[in-house]
């Protein structure tokens, strides 16, 4: 069996606003422009992660405001990061997105949340499910995993009816998990020699790096405008391009293993056998252009 072509409903889910784009903002393009439904799901408020004034000006602060006046601030960088996803969103013509306002100070897989996603996964109907891996860093302690984690117990409570919600059970044909930070380069902390994980699809988002820098230039309040953005894709999508083969791609690890009636081949495997070595190089080599 070949490639589905008929239209396909995906949902990207994030522990923190920014991570649903500089994860996959390239592939959520893509998807976008080939006339499928795309949705993003935002589980936490994430105003304590990179903020410029919450983590960052507070940091430099020596006595932090109250406990009222610390909510309220928190209140309104939750509110600004909030409006700077639905812009970022709008960048990639996706129209639909969820904040479930979780505080990201502790997240924790509970009951309420994993049913709340459960209904909107029953009410979205998605095929393919983008999110993190969950046994990203420590797997126990790591937003991140736990976000993963979450997704997953949503995934498995959609599939059977739940007293409550009047929607009929949905099943997932796939998930594809970042591999940004779970199967990435090996860093400094001893988690990194943990798993064995490996990116086992790659998207080649060269054509759209340019809608996706101008999404990440939108996340001001998370310190990804301007030299950052630009950074992050070069090292982050640029080394899994390398990778890959092409300039740039976002890398995921696959849930399941697909099947097929023929052995799957792809166009990049067959012309990266027919250019030399330096061909290949100069092709890669492609960057963001900076005016």
């Known amino acids: 069996m070949s490639l589905t072509t008929e239209p396909l409903r ?6 923190h606003p920014a991570d649903i784009f500089d994860q996959s903002g390239g592939t959520m393009a893509h ?6 439904y795309v949705g993003c799901v935002v589980l936490t408020h994430g105003a304590r992660i990179h903020d410029k004034v919450i983590s960052d000006e507070m940091h430099h602060r020596t006595e932090v405001p109250d406990a009222g006046k610390l909510l ?6 939750s509110d600004l990061k909030a409006e700077e996803t639905r812009r970022a969103c709008r960048l990639l013509g996706v129209e639909d997105i969820y904040f479930f ?3 990201d100070a502790v997240l924790i897989m509970t009951e309420a949340i994993v049913k709340q996603l459960a209904m909107l996964l029953r009410e979205l109907r998605p095929n393919i499910i983008l999110t993190h891996f969950p046994r990203e860093g420590d797997g ?3 937003p991140h995993a736990i976000a993963g984690q979450i997704v997953l117990a949503a995934i ?4 059977a009816v739940d007293p409550g919600d009047r929607r009929p059970p949905h099943k997932v ?3 594809f998990f970042f591999g940004t930070g779970a199967a990435a380069i090996p860093r400094r902390q001893v988690w990194d020699a943990d798993g064995g994980f490996y990116n086992d699809v790659f998207i080649d988002i060269t054509d759209v790096v340019d809608k996706k820098l101008a999404v990440l230039d939108a996340l001001e309040s998370q310190g990804y405008g301007g030299a950052y953005a630009r950074k992050r894709i070069e090292t982050s999508d640029g080394s899994m391009g390398i990778a890959a083969g092409v300039p740039y791609a976002e890398a995921f690890i696959s849930l399941r293993a697909e099947t097929h009636y023929l052995l799957p081949l792809t166009d990049y495997a067959l012309h990266g056998t027919r250019e ?3 061909e290949r190089t100069r092709r890669v080599s492609f960057r963001i252009k900076v005016d």
């Open 31 to 36: 998807h976008v422009s080939r006339g499928d």
């Open 101 to 103: 306002g979780a505080d």
């Open 10 to 15: 995906l949902l990207s889910i994030g522990a």
């Open 173 to 175: 044909a796939q998930v």
């Open 156 to 159: 498995q409570l959609a599939a």
């Open 276 to 278: 030399s070595d330096h």
């Open 140 to 142: 126990l302690t790591n």
């Open 72 to 77: 309220a601030l928190m209140a309104e960088r």
